[in-house]
Structure formats: C-alpha cells, structure tokens
Nanobody
Framework: QVHLVEYGGGLVQPGGSLRLSCAASGILFRAYAMGWYRQAPGKSRELVATIISGGNTNYADSVKGRFTISRDNAKNTVYLQMNSLKPEDTAVYYC?????????WGQGTQVTVSS
C-alpha cells in the first residue's frame, strides 16, 4: 500500500521560512518523479515544484528563487525548502509521486503565512 505523508507545515510570518518533508512508502521511490503542489481556498491545485529521478527540477514562476525542492532516495523522502514566504503562499501543500499511470497524493499539510 502506498503512503505519502507530509510534515512541516504551520504558521509563519511573512519573510520567514519553512521546510516541508514528504516520506514515501510502498513505492520504488527512486524511480518516481516527485512533486509539491498547493491549493489555496477557492483556487485550483497548482504545481509548485517537481524533481525527477535524475535530479532535474522544475519550479512555478511564482516560487523561483525562493523555494528549493530536493530528494533523498536513501530515505524515500522529498523536501521543499521555502524561504521569503509571502501571504500568497498560504495554501494546503500536497506531495505527489508520479510514474506515468501510477500517480499518488499525500493528505496535505497547511502552510499559513500571516503576521
């Protein structure tokens, strides 16, 4: 059974930092493209960042230069380091594991950026 469990969400002031983690089990982690998506109230889920098995990364324009995605295949974990956070980054952040027809989601973790 596949499980993706996110950690690290919370409340942070504008300009602050958070690090999200997503621990995967039940999949051959190193083969999967991993990603972070987010969904703000009243909006559609959107891509934040992805990292493929070879390590290449892709970011939404809105987070480039502020967020960094990384993975540790030995720990079956993907990370999202978020710096210089803005109120518009407030959303539920979801971890995703994708390998073509196999696509899995975590339960989400809330990130709130507010003073």
């Amino acid at each position: 059974q596949v499980h993706l469990v996110e950690y690290g969400g919370g409340l942070v002031q504008p300009g602050g930092s958070l690090r999200l983690s997503c621990a995967a089990s039940g999949i051959l982690f190193r083969a999967y493209a991993m990603g972070w998506y987010r969904q703000a109230p009243g909006k559609s889920r959107e891509l934040v960042a992805t990292i493929i098995s070879g390590g290449n990364t892709n970011y939404a324009d809105s987070v480039k230069g502020r967020f960094t995605i990384s993975r540790d295949n030995a720990k079956n974990t993907v990370y999202l380091q978020m710096n210089s956070l803005k109120p518009e980054d407030t959303a539920v952040y979801y971890c995703n594991a994708n390998l073509g027809i196999a696509n899995y989601w975590g339960q989400g973790t809330q990130v709130t950026v507010s003073s």
